[in-house]
């Protein structure tokens, strides 16, 4: 499975847009790029997933580069239940036979101040 | 409404006790998941089943065991070859391929050994 990269850990203040950014530099073309969050002592939440283009939903917007090398989850206006630790996983869609797992790294521990 | 149970929510085990930790799900999802996440780290995948009677290891399993009898159902038997069960424990399930699909969490199970 590729591998992605985040930082660690980031802040944001309520009420302002956050951006927490993935580098996946060794994406192949069937690999979804999902993400997760998950909030202290909770299993993980599905917050979004695309393939190529911009996805938008009620919790977050992703925009992906258009190589596909890196991408960005978007969270509009953060609210301090928005602080969580948020995982960008790539996924493979399974059609050539091999069904990639979710594998999850450290994410990015999100804080927000109020 | 639709969802997965895990339980107990916390768990404490002596050395050298069996424990089997439950998780039930009511998606009608096909595939289901293990996993264990330490402190500050990751979730790492112990088992999968994508079918009734079939199930995989994943990246952890030695010292864990599985079986996978009903669709609802995928109960994980933490055994006493597992040197360091200490963990958080989390179910997931997912549609069949779950490609386009994200997986769904279970609020988890703290196990500890005393």
């Known amino acids: 499975d590729a591998k992605t990269t985040q930082p660690n850990s980031m802040e944001s203040n309520e009420e302002e847009p956050v951006h927490l950014p993935c580098n996946h530099s060794t994406i192949s073309g069937t690999d979804y790029i999902h993400w997760y969050r998950q909030l202290p002592s909770q299993g993980p939440e599905y917050v979004i997933h695309g393939l190529t283009s911009n996805v938008n939903n009620r919790m977050a917007s992703l925009a992906i580069a258009e190589d596909r090398k890196s991408s960005t989850l978007i969270l509009h206006r953060a609210t301090l239940r928005d602080a969580a630790v948020y995982y960008c996983?790539?996924?493979?869609?399974?059609?050539?036979?091999?069904?990639?797992?979710?594998?999850f790294g450290k994410g990015t521990k999100l804080s927000v101040k109020p | 409404d639709g969802g997965i149970t895990q339980s107990p929510k916390y768990l404490f085990r002596k050395e050298g006790q069996n424990v089997t930790l439950s998780c039930e799900q009511n998606l009608n999802h096909d595939a289901m998941y293990w996993y264990r996440q330490d402190p500050g780290q990751g979730l790492r995948l112990i088992y999968y089943s994508q079918i009734v009677n079939d199930f995989q290891k994943g990246d952890i399993a030695e010292g864990y065991s599985v079986s996978r009898e009903k669709k609802e159902s995928f109960p994980l038997t933490v055994t006493s070859a597992q040197k360091n069960p200490t963990a958080f424990y989390l179910c997931?399930?997912?549609?069949?391929?779950?490609?386009?699909?994200?997986?769904?969490f279970g609020s988890g199970t703290r196990l500890t050994v005393v």
């Open positions: 997931a399930s997912s549609y069949g391929q779950g490609k386009v699909y994200g997986y769904t």
């Open positions: 996983i790539l996924r493979d869609d399974g059609n050539g036979g091999s069904q990639g797992n979710l594998i």
